[in-house]
């Protein structure tokens, strides 16, 4: 007999409502209620248990008596305790029990079936007058539940609820097995315990009996002590059977308390009275398995409703979303099934036109629940179909609340629309604002919306000022302004509203633990706060409930977490050819397609961060901040939407979220207008967080620094995006900033120089002469970090170089004597004043006083030069500076650097030394260069320092890379003739070979200048570099062609230069720049030939085509050099247009002057 149809049968008896009264308090629908108890009598026992002989069975009371009558010798309807009493009286107790152990002979029997289906019931309790153990064995096999056995009084005490006790003793067990008419006389005494314990759950319980006639001496005596000792406070009894009760034994029953549930009219056909009882029994439990609720968190949207008519349809939307639990997020599964499962052809514009107004309206106010819940996006046609039926003034079968939440909808989604957003959410918006009274709670959903929209905008100070309007009386509105307020570092403030929440909730959670509207947000709360907290919090228990009832917030969180990496990983399976087994063939994966019907997982996070209240981050605490890191792997996503999800997620100017968002290439893809837009909201935003931080407003000073430092550095990037007057802008900007004490601090250091750098790099240098008096005001690093000189170096040094011309200021006179006097003898925080006025002093720029002064600072009145001061820059620069005897300041340098005698010849700051001796018109003697010589080309690269932690730069790499610097630009330039032989070409390379220091090529054409016969080997090797898949070593070879041609020509050399331009002409692109700069030097010399010159004019216009911004297509060390590859392709279109104009160079250069990116727009400045 199948549950269903037990169900079925039962629901035709007149005792059926008080089954489903019984079967809901035991399924604890109902608060009211602790739940419901079960006692056991024999006859459950009797038609239940099995054993081998299939004719036996276990015995009852009326078995028992007539067993003890034939002993006794007497016979008759007497009492069965009186009997039992007699019997004990004539033989002895322990006869009597000795006769008990025969006739039930527990170890012959075993449980049936009926035994585990009532105990897999969620009973309370389970008490039983049976001496058997059958129950007791039955529940070792239930796993649903487990339950504490209490054979004696002693064991209440430390058994566990739900417990089957056993209140009549038990066979083999306990000594005293409750039967006779002495017993139930003193069992509230000698019992007591057992008494109480039955009083506490008659009062606290339901209680329903089985197995037991009405006319069962167990039945009346505890029946008798119910109401003897509660009276009017016992609950009702349920007794249950195939009792065949006339209307004089239901009265008697029903008065006494006792409500039947007579199950005899469905048993009726079977004449074996045993047989009859356990149907009866199976019924009943079938019946209350059946009525088990199903638990609201089991909800599931209806799925096969696509075939059903346009009214079923209805219908099922209408009745999914009156059953909908409440979640405040709903499961990502439902969320799919939910916007999956209604077809196209109910959502297509013919179909809901041809509705009728109020099926239409039913329609969409059903699909727009839908969506709304699922996170879907309505497309623009179908909401604007939706305003047409949501605006209260136009009635029609839904309700004003009904409309206004399809408007409030409608609004919410607008952010994702184009260019109609602004109509959309124009139209929403006057409908809610105009019909508010209809629906008060809508008012805080447009201050809500205003709000998010300012926090996507970054417009900070919007938010600030939409904060207070939000009064916060909803359990939701609580959750979402408490994350608004950590947008703005307002933590105690929101804490304070998630506490006042979780108090709310929690109250009521105890009163209704069986909503999960209450659990869904009671969770969320409670999660968030105990992180923010650091602690776990006091309702921890909620953890598993809330897992099990989909109401966990973590669970939310992995599931976002999952859908982005899917999909990161679904894009990265659409990138990249894959090579297949047969010769020749691939697949390009780029051409894959694939459609999903799940939501953005931008879309699922804006809605949980937006319209939810889960914050990104909180303080140091990360919710979210990895999930927007993944999102910004995901290609589609829109560019200010990707900054946005970078101020989210960046904590600071090195953060690599920036790179992925912020690249060169990334900006140069982005149009003028979006960019200027940006720009705005950055410097408003900085000023924002800035003023936040210097007042001590409330908010955390932790994160406004946090905020200024990451939107300084997206300001720092997207300044090379700015017109002219813009950038220059900015810099005034940025250099005002650093008088700010807030810019001080030692984390904005680096991002307020980048920003100083990159917007000067904006600006071209035939402009930036208006830009120096602003420059020069800059505090310098001694200014501000008197006391603290390590820091100093972090603080940004603007400087002005190129063409300047004086003029009278007194303030500029002002600034600079100010610098100046800034400048101590044997300082290293001297180096950012100098840095200042170098360029000064290289164009003349400085007044004769003021040189003078810097002499007196540097040197002193007349005193003589013992040695090289201490500046904090290289020695070489000292040169370059005012000085009492130049010549001797000359020989105290040469003196220092080229002495190979002294154990620290190899030390970066000297190699540096030596490689800018020619800026400084240095050059060693022939004898210095030739001991330079032997032991620079003696070095050897050490692998053990390559690896090693080294803070001062002299690992064996970067030592190597100066050592042939050095060689190249200073030393081999240098030697006799006599010393540029065939030996030492060999010393160089074999140092090449030996250490992979191709910067040393660049010395090989001086022994090939002098000694002929080595012109033929050093074709060979520098061909050998050019076709290198190093594009460093390409690179050097183009520079060593370059040099060897400007020594002298020879047939060698040409074949290497047309080598050259056949690469340019190939595209190859990842050392073109070095090449390109080669060509370009070597056209500017006129070394190229009137057809190279003419190849060149036509190939360069397609090279600048194909350098271009399209991510897509290149490599990173492509997209590393792209715009100094487009910037190399202007300047040698400009020197070949110079040669001869050529409509196509002309194209290219139109076209570098309004290039994204200003090394490519400057590049022929």
Known sequence: MSEYSALERIRTISDFPTLQRFASVLWKQ?????????????????????????????????????????????QGGLDPLRIAEEYTAYFGRQALNELIKKEINDASWEPGELHHSLLRLPWTEVLTTNWDTLLERASEKIHETFYSVVHQQEDLSHACSPRIVKLHGTLNVTNDLTFTQEDYRTYPVRHAAFVNFARQVFIENELCLVGFSGDDPNFLQWAGWVRDHLSTSARRIYLVGALDLNAAKRKYLESINIAPIDLAMLVAEYDDPDLKHKKATELFLSALHELKPKPRWEWSPSLSIREKSFEAQLKALKKDREDYP??????????????????????????????????????????????????????????????????????????????????????????????????????????????????????????????????????????????????????????????????????????????????????????????????????????????????????????????????DLWQHIDSIRNRVQKTIETQESHTGIEVLFEPGTYKDNSAK??????????????????????????????FMVDVAAKLLQLEEISFHHRLYLTVLTAKSETDSNLEKTLSRVQLARVPNEECEKLIEWCIEAVSFWTQK????????????????????????????????????????????????????????RKSLGHLINYSLKSIPSSAQHELLLDALKFPLSSEIDRSDSANSFEWPNPVIRGELDRIENAELDHRIDQIIDTVSPNSDTSRFAIERLLPLLECNYLKEKEKEKLRIHLWGHSVPIKGLPKTGLLNWVTLKLPSNNPNDLISKFKEYVFNTETSDFFDVARLLDIINCQNAGISPSQEEALNCFKTLTGWSFKVEDSHELNFFNNNSELVGKHVSEALSRCIVPALAKNDLDKCNYLKIKNFIEQNQQSQALLSLPYFAQNVADLEGDLEKVLREYIHSSDSGKVSNAAFATLEWRKLYQCESNDKLIATLITM?????????????????????????????????????????????????????NELANVSLLRSEVVRLAKSLNDVKSHKELERVLTEAKVDPLPEVRFATF
């Open 30 to 74: 109902d608060n009211s209620y602790h739940g419901a108890s079960i006692m056991v009598g024999a006859g459950f026992s009797r038609c239940s248990s099995t054993t081998g002989d299939v004719n036996k069975k276990l015995p009852l009371w009326f078995n028992f008596s007539s067993t003890l009558q034939k002993e006794l010798g007497t």
């Open 326 to 551: 409440g979640w405040i997020i709903c499961p990502s599964h439902h969320r799919f099934l939910m916007h999956s499962r209604i077809g196209h052809e109910m959502i297509n514009k013919n179909f809901i036109t041809s509705l009728s107004l109020d099926q239409r309206a039913e329609l969409l106010y059903e699909v727009a629940w839908c969506y709304n819940v699922s996170f879907n996006v309505a497309p623009e046609w179908l909401a604007s179909e939706m305003l047409t039926i949501s605006n209260p003034s136009k009635p029609n079968v839904l309700t004003k609340k009904q409309q206004l939440e399809i408007a409030v909808y409608v609004l919410k989604i607008t952010r994702w629309y184009g260019e109609e957003s602004s109509t959309f959410k124009n139209l929403a918006k006057s409908i809610i604002e105009e019909n508010v009274k209809f629906w008060p709670e809508c008012e805080e959903f447009l201050v809500f919306h205003d709000a998010n929209e300012a926090k996507l905008n970054l417009n900070y100070s919007e938010l600030e000022m939409l904060l207070p309007k939000i009064k916060a009386t909803s359990l939701d509105s609580k959750i979402k302004k408490s994350a608004l307020c950590g947008e703005l570092g307002l933590f105690d403030e929101g804490e304070r509203l998630l506490s006042d929440a979780r108090r709310y909730l929690l109250d009521k959670y105890r009163g209704d633990k069986h909503s999960v509207y209450l659990l869904s947000r009671l969770s969320m709360v409670d999660s968030l706060l105990g992180s923010m907290e650091r602690k776990l919090t006091d309702t921890i228990f909620l953890g598993e409930v809330a897992r099990i009832r989909k109401c």
């Open 593 to 622: 397609q694939s459609i999903s019907n799940e939501v953005h997982p931008f879309v699922v996070f804006e809605e949980m961060t937006s319209e939810i209240g889960i914050p990104v981050r909180w303080d140091n605490i990360n």
């Open 693 to 748: 931080a210097s007042d001590n407003s409330g908010a955390s000073g932790i994160t406004a620094l946090t905020k200024i430092r990451v939107l300084v550095e997206i300001l720092a990037r997207l300044s090379v995006r700015a017109p002219l007057t813009k950038a220059k802008e900015i810099f005034r900007l940025a250099v005002s900033w650093g008088h700010e004490n807030t810019f001080r601090h030692i984390w904005l």
């Open 1064 to 1116: 340019v002409t190939l595209n190859r692109e990842s050392s073109a720049v070095s090449v390109l700069w080669s060509i370009n030097e070597l056209l500017r010399y006129s070394y190229l030939q009137d057809h190279q010159i003419n190849l060149l004019k036509e190939v360069m216009p397609t090279v600048f085509d194909n350098s271009n911004y399209n991510v897509e297509r290149r490599t990173k």
